[in-house]
DNA sequence: CGCGCGTTTGAACGGGCTCAAACCTTGTGG
DNA sequence: CCACAAGGTTTGAGCCCGTTCAAACGCGCG
């Protein structure tokens, strides 16, 4: 599977190289069948980003490549060498790293409008694992359009610092969330984020099916599968919510927010 | 104390404003008594981060002004104005974020050549408390100058970004520290860690004296206080360290590693 | 079907937290 | 200069929560 993956990464490298810079009429092709289309704008970018700024001239047709990952393929891989950064534009994935002794650490959780790769930039070579937990679709902002410097395209540098900051801001919150006294409120709270997130997205924030597994879970908040499982089971039989295996009903916000202390 | 805090901060914005441009004859200021000086150049701040790239021509005299921090000042609030990005070039500071409960997490010691405030550009506003726990002296990279585009200092983003993509780096190998087995092994990790970044400094990796409580390091590693004081009191009884009060000598380095598991 | 994996639940152990007290350092004001 | 207060550090005792080990069940897949 690590040799499908690299085949890939090199093959979009190579097409996008010569044709990220090529304009096509405006915004016209970008309004073509969407789902069907494998080329994104940078409104799109930005609107995906939820980014306030103003496009500069000449910029509007600037267009990029996206990549497909089906459940299970790995995004990126630490150790490759960095070739651009990612946006979601579909599909949920799984940050994580893994120190010398095989432990590991879930980062994140990145979704629709998250950016991957930003720890790329130092050394040229990714610090972490992201693997697609459901079938995903990415739009690549090469690293040759990164830091092209001298033209216009300052603008795409600016965008990728700017969410980064706010990956970052995020990123530390999810961390004081892992300090949160006790499991059952570090899993609640989760609970909460996760809801909060797919409520962004415009899906319930009542009626979700969690793409991620409890062991997932548990590398992300540092305790064990059990404790998890355990977690749920005692919000269950509260009454805060109902649990189907993946399936998760939240009955009561409140209850949830009282918990996560 | 936050009142002169606020007030040495808009003064040194007022005064950096205007004079961010301003380029004394190339480096000959920087050159003069270096402990007096309240400006450090281009040069200096490449040296600080260890950044490996080349100059562009214009910008050899580009100079950043200083600021300096008493031990207990703060750097920077979280919730106030983004108002540029820091630099560490003396002192040991502590970044943290505090949530709604009054829960804190200790995120970072900042020392020498570290970037502080990246996480005000999402919003600007700062997202984090950073405070001196020695007396420090920081070099500021104004707003201004980091998001003037068009002229040549496309430089200065770029820097800024990749320092920042560092940081990440860095922080979230510390955040797998926090998520090591047990608690006397991440404290074993927290010294090795500290011995390794007073030897890149130039300082003992044997001796040292530790600038943060035992609190703060509790607040890092998510331990309390008392976790803290046993595990260097469990490492001196088996002769691997002494301890002084804030005072530390490793005396094994390879049975210091060998804990960390 | 049988295998692997994710999930759930139980029982027992142990590590870290809580509460408490004592000691030491540092800074402040008389 | 000393006295005192405030806060950092160390150590002890008891308890609780999360881990560990174990077993059972369901699901998806070759």
New interface residues.
Partial sequence: MMHAQTLSTTATTATTATTALWKPSGRHAALKHESDERWSSLQELHSLLQYEGHLQDGQEGEVFRRRRLKAGQSALMMGQPFDGLYVVRLGTLRSS?T?A?G?M?V?SFPMKGNLLG??????YIY??DVVALTDCDLIRIPAADL?A??RGN??L??L???????E??QE??A??L????KSEGRVARFLQTISQRFADLGYSPNRFILPMTRRDIGHHL?VTVETVSRAFSALVQQGIITVDFREINILSHEALCNF??
């Fill in positions: 790293i120190n002794d432990g650490h980062l930003f720890d790329g930039i130092y050394k610090m972490s830091f410097s001298g300052n603008h540098e600016h990728a610092y700017w969410a980064s900051s706010r970052i801001t530390q919150l961390y004081s892992t300090r949160s006294v540092s996560e202390r």
